[in-house]
C-alpha cells in the first residue's frame, strides 16, 4: 500500500476511555474505524468529502459536540461516543429516518441488507413520535441502468457525493421535494441536531443535476452501490433477487486495467434452470470504486460448454500447424504464462498488438529511468497527490482509475490538474476549478512533458541541452495593460442623524495604466493554451501544493517516438518531484507484457485465441474450441496497482482450458491455479500458490488482495532526449483509436447491460456533418460504422472503437493510436 | 307309520329316496356354506356394533357383499404349502374340519321336508326329507361327529412345522377331548328324561309349549353343555386353539387362501350345529306346526348364534389353566351331580 | 432434580398400581366358594348388558364412532400443519404474497424456493413459487414467519401423489378465485394474536 504508517505521523487519542493510536489528521470516525470502534454514520463515505447529512455520527471530543466524519483527531484528544444527549439525537435522527419510510421491506431489494434497517434496529426504534403529510414521490428511471424510488429515499447524499468525489460525473444533485413544512412546535421539543436534519430531509429529493429526466452520465452505477436503502438500484435488478438468496464469489473486475474488487453474486437462475446465474456485482465500496463495466459487464460467461472432443483435437492439429498465437489482454497470468511456456518449447510466435507497443514501452522506461515499473498507483495518488498531470489517456474511456484518482484529488486534497489529450471532453473540467486542459494536436506529446519539465523540473538538474531547448520556447515582451487600482479616499459627511460631520473612508477603483515584461511560454501556445494567462492560472494552481503525480496513458506507448517519450518521463521522474502512473491498455496488459516475449508481428497459420485466426479459441462461444470465460475461471490478474490478484470462478464451466491443451501439447500441471506459483519471479512475480493469496481490504482501507509486484529501482544516468519534431503533427481528419466508455472487448459488448454499440463516436456538431453512417477510410483498409454523436467529446477528432476483435481495428491503425482517415457518407 | 319333525303323524308320507337324500346333502352343503360365510358378515357386524363401529360398508348395501369379496379373495389367494410341511396331511387337514362339520349335519332337522314340483324335469316328484339321514342315534351321531372335527386342528396344527401350529394343536388336543367329557355328560340327563337320542323324540318330548322346555327340567345341563359348546366350537371365551395374542393363529397359522377358508366353514357349521342341537333338545325344537314352527327353531338357532357373538364382544378369553380347571373340577363334578340327580328324580 | 428414578433400571416395575383382587383362596372348596360366588354375582351378565346397551345407543341413538372417512372427515384444528395454502386478497383478488422471500429464507428443509420479477404496474411480482413436498417436513415456520398471512397450512392433508410434482404450484396451492368467498382467514401458526392491539404502539399520523 501507500503510505506507511510510521511513528511520526502517529498520535495517541482516547475513544471511550481506551487509548489508541491513529494517524495525524485524520477524520475522528475513520480513526474509529481503522481501529474497529463502531460510531454509527450513514451519509460519510470514506474516500469522499463529509456530507453531514445524516448528523448521526455526533460523538463529543474534549467536551464539544462534534460530527466524528469531519472532525479531525488531535492529539490527546478524548473522545466520548455514547453521551445521553448524543442518544437521544441518535435516536430522534433514525425515528426521523423512520417517518412515512414505506413499510415495504418485504419487497424491497434492499432488505437484509438495509442501513436504516440495521440502523433502526441498533439504535433500538420501537415506536414514532413524529410525524408529517408524506409528499407523493414516482418512481424513476434515470438511465438505462439507474431506477430510482425516491419514496425509499432518505437522502443522505451519498450518491451525490461519490458521484461528484469519486466519478467526477457529478450526474445527480439534491433538487425541492416540495414537501409538507415541519410543525413549528418541533423546532421545541425535539433535538437540535435531528430537527434541523429532518428540515432538510423534508425539503430535498435526488434528481438529475443537468434537469432532465435523464442522468446522461456514464452509468457507472456506484450511486446504486453507496445506497444505504433501496432507492437505488440497478434496473436489471429491481425485484429479481433478495440479498440473502446471493453468493458473494470474490473476484476482479475484467475489462479494465484497474483490476477492482468486485463480487459476482450468484444464484441458481430460476426454479426450472437450477444452474448458478451471476444477478448483479457488488463491490466494497468504501474502498474501490468500479467503472460501467465492471459492474455491468458479468454476463459474458461460456454457456452450456461440455467438452467437444473432436474440437479438442482438432485445437491440438492446428496447434502443432501453427505459426502463430494471436490474442489480448484479457487472459489471466497463469494463461500469459501458459502461452509463454508454448513459445519456449514449440517456437510459437506470440502476436499481442494490444500490449505489445505497452511492454516496448515499458522496456524503454525501464532503460531510461532504471524504474522497472511505474513508481506510484492510483490509491496512493487519492490519499497523497494534490497535483496531477495526464499525458495522452482518454482518461473517461481508458481507465476509470484514474479518472477517478484525477477527480478525487480535485475534490478532496484541493487539488489542481493539467489535462493534456487532443479530444476534448466535457466532463474533464467539471473535475475542478483548478483544472487546465490542453486540447493540443495530434503527435506533440513530447511538448506536453517539455512543458511539465519546464514547469516542474528541478532547473540544476536538468541537462544543459534540454534546459536550452525549453528557453528556447520563451519570449519575453513588453506589454501595457490596464490594471484596476484601489485608493483609498477620505471625506467629510453629515452624519442625518446626530447632525455632526464624521470622516469617512472611501474606496475608489481606478484605472491605471502600466508597463510590464510578460514571459510568455511558446510551449503553451504550441499545446493550444493561453500563454498571455498561463502564469497567473498556473501560480494560483501550484498555491500549498506538495504532492505531484503524473498519468501517462495508451496514446504514448502507440506513438511514433514512444522511445523518446519514455525517456522523456524519466526524465520527468529524475528532475522533478512527480510520481508517476501508466495505464496498461486494458485487463491484463501489464501482466501480459511482463510473462510474454511477444512478437512484433504474426506469420502463417494463426491460431486465435479470443481474436481473429486460422483456428479459433474462444471463451465468447463462437470459436473453433470453446475455453472458459473470466467469470468462470480462477486466476490472476495484474493491475494498473501493479498487484497480482486473485479472481475466483463464479459460474461453472465443464469444457477443456488452455491447461488442457497445454497438458496434451508440452505437459503441465494439473490445475490451472498451479501455474501461479510458476510465474517469473525476475519480472516481480512472487512464487506464491494461489490459495493462499489473500483478498480483501482492512478496515483502514489498505488493499490487501494479493500480493505487490516486486520493482527494482536502480539508479540510472539522465537519459537523452530528443528534441520533438512539429512536422509530425497529424493534420486533416483525424480518428482515434478510442472505446466508448463501458466498452473495452468483446465480453462488454456480450453483456446484456453495456448497451453502448460498436459505431464512429463523434462531437455532435461533428457527427451532424456526418450523418448516419459513414466509411472510414485508413492507408490499409476501411471500416463502415455508424455515427453516434457524443455529447461528451469535443472537438474534430472522431472515435473508432476497437473492442471488436472481429473488427480488427488494430490492424487498421496500426502502430499509432491517431490516423488520418477519409470519412465518406455512406 | 312316520313320524315328522313337526311332531305329528301324517299318513301315505312319501318314500324317502337316494335321490332325495343327496339333494339334501347339496342343499345342506350349499346352504350352510354360505351361511357360514354370511354368519362372519354378522359376526364383523354385530361385534362392531358392540363396539360402536359401523363393521364392514364399502361391498354392497351396508357391506353385505363383503361376503363374496371375502370368497373370491380366499378362493384366489395363493395356497402356501410350508417347505418342511407333512404336505398330504397339511392339505387334507382342513378338509376334515370342514367334512366333519357337514358330516354333523347329516343327522340334525335342517329345513322342512318337500318334494319337488311334479313340473321339474328329471327330479320331479322327489321327496326331500327335513333330515338327511334320521337315525334313530342322531345325537350320539353327532356329537360323536363333531369330537371326530377334533382330527382337523390336530393334524393341521402338527403336520405345519411350526411352534405356534404344534401348540395350537396340543391346545386342541386337550380342549376338545376335556369338553366332550362335559358335553356328553351334561346332555345324559336330557337323555335320561326323554329315553331316545333321535332328534325326533326330543322334539316330541317337548311338544306342550314353553312349560314342557327341558331347560326348564334340566337348567344346570344347559347351561354345562352351553359352555361346553362354546370350548367344542373354539368361542370366546375358549379360543385358545387360534388365539392370536398368543400363538399367532395356533393351528391354522400356515393356512391361507381357501384351505383357510375351509377351518373357517368348519367353525360357523359346527356353531350351527351346536345352535341346533341346544334349540331342539333344551329349547323345545319346533313348538308349531310348518312354517310358523320353523320360524320359531329358526329365530332360536339364531339367538344362540347371536349368543356367541355377543360373548365374544363382551367377555374376555381364560388362560388354558384355568379351562382345564373349570372342566375337570367344576364342570364335570356338576355334571355328574346332575346326572345323580336326574336318576334319582326319574327312579322316584 | 435428582438422577435416582433414571438409575433405576428396571424400568416398567416401579409405577404398577396393584388393583384389590382380593387374595387367591389356598384350597379347593375355597376356591370353588369363589367361582360359584363371582358366578352368581352376575358380573359376566354385566358385561353383556354394556356391550348391548353399546350396541342399542350406536344402533338407534345415533352414538356411532366410525368416520367413514373418505365420505366424511373430522375438522382439522386450526393449528394443523398440513399442505400449504396461497391465500388471496378478498378485495381485489391479487395474490397475498408480496414475495419477500422470507419463507424461502427461514424453510430448513430448503424446499421453498421462488422467482420474482418487476412487473409492468412496478410491483414485486411472483412470476413462480414453488414448494417441493418430498423435502417438507410441515414445521410451520413459513406460516409463521409470512408478514403477509399470505403463505397458510390448510385442511388438506390427504398427500398422497401419484407425482412428486403435485400439489408444489403456485396455482394448485392458490385459492381458486371463484371459491374467494370460501376462504377462510387462518388463524394457526403465525396469525395475529388475539390481543395483538394491546401490545402495539400506534404511530402518529399527520392525516
Not at chain 1, 512464487?687 to 520493482?711: C, H, I, K, W
Not at chain 2, 358330516?103 to 333330515?131: H, K, Q, R, Y
Request: hydrophobic share 45%; aromatic share 10%; glycine share 6%.
Amino acid at each position: 500500500m501507500s503510505e506507511v504508517q510510521t511513528v511520526d505521523n502517529m498520535i495517541t487519542i482516547k475513544i471511550d476511555g481506551t487509548e489508541f493510536k491513529v494517524k495525524e489528521g485524520e477524520f475522528i470516525l475513520n480513526a474509529a474505524r481503522a481501529n474497529d470502534v463502531f460510531i454509527p454514520a450513514i451519509c460519510y463515505l470514506t474516500r469522499c468529502s463529509p456530507t453531514l447529512a445524516c448528523r448521526i455520527c455526533l460523538v463529543e471530543a474534549d467536551g464539544k459536540q462534534v460530527y466524528a466524519c469531519n472532525a479531525k483527531v488531535k492529539e490527546g484528544m478524548d473522545v466520548t461516543t455514547d453521551t445521553p444527549n448524543i442518544l437521544e439525537e441518535r435516536r430522534a435522527i433514525m425515528e426521523v429516518y423512520d417517518v412515512n419510510h414505506p413499510l415495504q421491506c418485504g419487497v424491497c431489494d434492499k432488505s437484509g441488507e438495509c442501513e436504516l434497517q440495521n440502523y433502526t434496529l441498533e439504535l433500538a426504534v420501537d415506536s414514532q413520535s413524529y410525524m408529517i403529510p408524506d409528499t407523493k414521490r414516482e418512481t424513476v428511471n434515470w438511465s438505462s441502468v439507474l431506477h430510482y424510488d425516491p419514496g425509499l429515499c432518505i437522502v443522505c447524499e451519498r450518491c451525490t457525493t461519490v458521484c461528484k468525489d469519486m466519478i467526477g460525473d457529478s450526474a445527480i444533485t439534491t433538487v425541492k421535494r416540495g414537501g409538507a413544512e415541519l410543525d413549528k412546535g418541533y423546532k421545541a421539543t425535539m433535538p437540535k441536531d435531528a430537527y434541523s436534519m429532518w428540515n432538510k430531509l423534508q425539503k430535498s429529493v435526488i434528481a438529475p443535476s443537468n434537469g432532465t429526466e435523464f442522468t446522461n452520465c456514464s452509468d457507472c452505477g456506484e450511486c446504486i452501490a453507496v445506497c444505504p436503502v433501496g432507492a437505488l438500484v440497478s434496473r436489471d435488478f429491481v425485484y429479481t433477487s433478495n440479498a440473502w438468496d446471493l453468493k458473494r464469489i470474490p473476484a476482479v473486475a475484467a475489462h479494465s486495467s484497474d483490476g477492482a474488487q468486485i463480487y459476482y453474486e450468484v444464484k441458481p437462475t430460476s426454479i426450472e434452470n437450477r444452474a448458478d446465474k451471476i444477478f448483479r456485482i457488488t463491490n466494497e465500496w468504501s474502498y474501490v470504486s468500479l467503472d460501467g463495466s465492471a459492474r455491468f459487464a458479468y454476463d459474458f460467461e461460456n454457456a452450456n460448454v461440455s467438452k467437444d472432443e473432436a474440437a479438442f483435437s482438432a485445437a491440438l492439429e492446428a496447434f502443432k500447424k501453427a505459426e502463430t498465437l494471436r490474442f489480448n489482454s484479457m487472459i489471466t497470468n497463469e494463461e500469459a504464462m501458459m502461452l509463454q511456456t508454448l513459445k519456449e518449447k514449440t517456437g510459437l510466435k506470440l502476436y499481442n498488438p494490444e500490449v505489445r507497443a505497452f511492454q516496448k514501452f515499458l522496456a524503454h522506461y525501464e532503460a531510461a529511468s532504471g524504474n522497472s515499473l511505474w513508481t506510484t498507483d492510483t490509491d496512493a495518488m487519492m490519499k497523497k497527490s494534490d497535483f496531477v498531470i495526464s499525458i495522452g489517456a482518454a482518461l473517461r474511456n481508458d481507465s476509470p482509475a484514474l479518472k477517478h484518482a484525477f477527480n478525487n484529488v480535485q475534490k478532496l486534497n484541493k487539488g489542481a490538474g493539467l489535462y493534456f489529450h487532443p479530444v476534448g471532453d466535457t466532463l474533464i473540467p467539471g473535475f475542478g476549478k483548478n483544472v487546465e486542459i490542453f486540447n493540443h494536436k495530434v503527435g506533440l506529446e513530447e511538448a506536453a512533458l517539455y512543458l511539465v519539465l519546464d514547469l516542474f523540473a528541478d532547473k540544476d538538474k536538468l541537462p544543459s541541452d534540454v534546459k536550452e531547448y525549453i528557453e528556447s520556447f520563451k519570449k519575453s515582451e513588453t506589454k501595457t495593460i490596464k490594471e484596476k487600482e484601489v485608493k483609498t479616499v477620505k471625506e467629510m459627511v453629515l452624519n442625518e442623524e446626530t447632525g455632526e460631520e464624521e470622516e469617512v473612508s472611501k474606496k475608489v477603483t481606478e484605472m491605471v495604466e502600466k508597463e510590464i515584461t510578460v514571459m510568455t511560454n511558446g510551449l503553451v501556445d504550441l499545446l493550444g493554451g493561453d500563454a498571455s494567462k498561463f502564469d497567473d492560472v498556473f501560480a494560483k494552481m501550484m498555491k500549498k501544493k506538495e504532492s505531484f503525480s503524473m498519468m501517462l496513458g495508451e496514446d504514448l506507448y502507440f506513438h511514433d517516438k514512444a522511445e523518446n517519450i519514455a525517456k522523456l518521463v524519466a526524465l520527468v521522474e529524475a528532475t522533478c518531484d512527480i510520481t508517476v502512473v501508466m495505464t496498461p491498455p486494458k485487463s491484463n496488459a501489464l501482466g501480459v507484457a511482463l510473462i510474454c516475449d511477444l512478437d512484433d508481428d504474426a506469420s502463417g497459420y494463426t491460431v486465435g485465441y479470443n481474436e481473429n485466426g486460422d483456428f479459433k479459441l474462444s471463451a465468447l462461444g463462437i470459436g473453433d474450441l470453446d475455453m472458459p470465460a473470466m467469470n468462470q475461471q480462477e486466476g490472476t490478474l495484474t493491475n494498473i496497482g501493479k498487484r497480482v490478484l486473485p479472481t475466483n470462478a463464479a459460474l461453472e464451466y465443464a469444457g477443456y482450458e488452455l491447461n488442457d491443451l497445454m497438458k496434451a501439447l508440452v505437459g503441465a500441471p494439473e490445475e490451472t491455479i498451479d501455474w501461479t506459483a510458476m510465474l517469473p519471479v525476475d519480472r516481480g512475480f512472487k512464487a506464491v500458490e494461489f490459495d493462499s493469496l489473500p483478498n480483501a481490504f482492512t478496515n483502514q482501507g489498505v488493499d490487501n488482495r494479493g500480493y505487490t509486484l516486486e520493482t527494482n529501482n536502480v539508479e540510472a544516468d539522465l537519459p537523452e532526449v530528443e528534441k520533438f519534431d512539429e512536422s509530425l503533427v497529424l493534420e486533416g481528419e483525424i480518428a482515434y483509436r478510442c472505446n466508448p466508455a463501458r466498452q473495452f472487448n468483446d465480453f462488454t459488448d456480450k453483456s446484456h447491460e453495456i448497451f453502448e454499440t460498436f459505431a464512429l463516436y463523434a462531437s455532435v456538431e461533428k457527427a451532424e456533418t456526418l450523418g448516419d453512417k459513414v466509411e472510414v477510410v485508413f492507408e490499409n483498409g476501411s471500416i463502415t460504422l455508424d455515427v453516434v454523436a457524443d455529447e461528451k467529446i469535443l472537438g474534430d477528432i472522431v472515435k473508432v472503437p476497437d473492442f471488436r476483435a472481429a473488427e480488427d481495428v488494430y490492424g487498421l491503425f496500426g502502430e499509432s493510436r491517431y490516423q488520418i482517415v477519409t470519412l465518406r457518407k455512406v | 307309520m312316520e313320524t315328522t319333525l313337526a311332531g305329528h303323524v301324517v299318513e301315505n308320507l312319501p318314500q324317502v329316496t337316494a335321490t332325495g337324500v343327496i339333494i339334501k346333502a347339496v342343499i345342506i352343503l350349499a346352504v350352510l356354506s354360505a351361511l357360514a360365510g354370511f354368519g362372519t358378515f354378522i359376526e364383523r357386524k354385530v361385534l362392531a356394533f358392540m363396539q360402536r363401529r359401523l363393521g364392514p360398508m364399502h361391498v354392497g348395501p351396508y357391506g353385505l357383499l363383503q361376503i363374496a369379496a371375502d370368497g373370491i379373495k380366499l378362493f384366489t389367494k395363493e395356497d402356501i404349502i410350508p417347505q418342511n410341511a407333512n404336505k398330504l396331511i397339511f392339505m387334507i387337514a382342513p378338509i376334515i374340519t370342514a367334512a366333519t362339520a357337514f358330516i354333523a349335519l347329516s343327522a340334525v332337522p335342517v329345513f322342512p321336508d318337500f318334494t319337488i314340483p311334479e313340473f321339474i324335469p328329471l327330479l320331479g316328484g322327489t321327496f326331500v326329507p327335513s333330515i338327511a339321514s334320521d337315525l334313530n342315534v342322531g345325537l350320539l351321531f353327532v356329537l360323536g361327529m363333531m369330537a371326530a372335527g377334533l382330527y382337523g386342528p390336530l393334524l393341521a396344527g402338527m403336520s405345519q412345522s411350526n411352534k405356534w401350529g404344534i401348540i395350537g394343536a396340543a391346545r386342541t388336543a386337550i380342549q376338545f377331548l376335556s369338553y366332550e367329557v362335559v358335553t356328553g355328560l351334561s346332555i345324559l340327563a336330557p337323555i335320561m328324561l326323554v329315553g331316545s337320542l333321535s332328534f325326533v323324540d326330543f322334539n316330541d318330548y317337548q311338544a306342550g309349549g314353553i312349560g314342557s322346555w327341558l331347560i326348564w327340567q334340566q337348567p344346570v345341563a344347559f347351561i354345562l353343555f352351553l359352555i361346553a359348546g362354546f370350548a367344542e366350537t373354539n368361542r370366546t371365551p375358549f379360543d385358545l386353539l387360534e388365539h392370536e395374542a398368543e400363538i399367532v393363529s395356533g393351528y391354522a397359522t400356515e393356512y391361507s387362501g381357501m384351505r383357510w377358508g375351509m377351518f373357517f366353514i368348519g367353525e360357523y357349521a359346527n356353531m350351527i350345529t351346536v345352535a341346533i342341537i341346544a334349540s331342539v333338545v333344551f329349547l323345545g325344537g319346533y313348538d308349531a306346526e310348518g312354517a310358523l314352527g320353523w320360524l320359531f327353531i329358526m329365530l332360536k338357532i339364531a339367538f344362540f348364534f347371536f349368543l356367541m357373538l355377543w360373548v365374544r364382544a363382551s367377555w374376555p378369553h381364560i388362560r388354558p389353566d384355568q379351562l382345564m380347571w373349570l372342566c375337570w373340577k367344576v364342570l364335570m363334578p356338576i355334571a355328574m351331580i346332575n346326572i345323580v340327580i336326574t336318576a334319582l328324580v326319574i327312579l322316584i | 432434580m435428582s438422577l435416582e428414578q433414571f438409575k433405576n433400571r428396571n424400568v416398567g416395575t416401579q409405577n404398577y398400581k396393584t388393583l384389590d383382587v382380593g387374595t387367591k383362596p389356598e384350597k379347593g372348596m375355597a376356591q370353588f366358594v369363589q367361582v360359584v360366588q363371582r358366578t352368581f354375582k352376575g358380573e359376566l351378565f354385566v358385561g353383556l348388558g354394556v356391550t348391548m346397551k353399546a350396541m342399542l345407543k350406536a344402533l338407534f341413538a345415533n352414538d356411532m364412532a366410525t368416520i367413514q372417512y373418505p365420505f366424511e372427515k373430522l375438522p382439522i384444528s386450526p393449528r394443523y400443519r398440513a399442505i400449504h395454502e396461497m391465500l388471496i386478497l378478498l378485495e381485489s383478488g391479487n395474490y397475498r404474497c408480496i414475495g419477500c422471500g422470507l419463507c424461502e429464507k427461514i424453510c430448513i428443509s430448503n424446499c421453498i424456493s421462488m422467482d420474482t420479477r418487476y412487473d409492468e404496474a412496478q410491483r414485486k411480482e411472483v412470476s413462480e413459487y414453488t414448494i417441493n413436498f418430498g423435502r417438507c417436513i410441515f414445521c410451520g415456520y413459513c406460516a409463521e414467519v409470512c408478514p403477509e398471512l399470505a403463505i397458510v397450512h390448510g385442511p388438506r392433508y390427504e398427500n398422497a401423489s401419484e407425482q412428486r410434482a403435485g400439489f408444489s404450484l403456485f396455482e394448485d396451492m392458490l385459492t381458486p378465485i371463484d371459491k374467494l368467498n370460501l376462504q377462510q382467514e387462518y388463524d394457526g401458526f403465525g396469525a395475529v394474536s388475539p390481543n395483538a392491539d394491546e401490545n402495539i404502539k400506534q404511530t402518529p399520523l399527520a392525516y
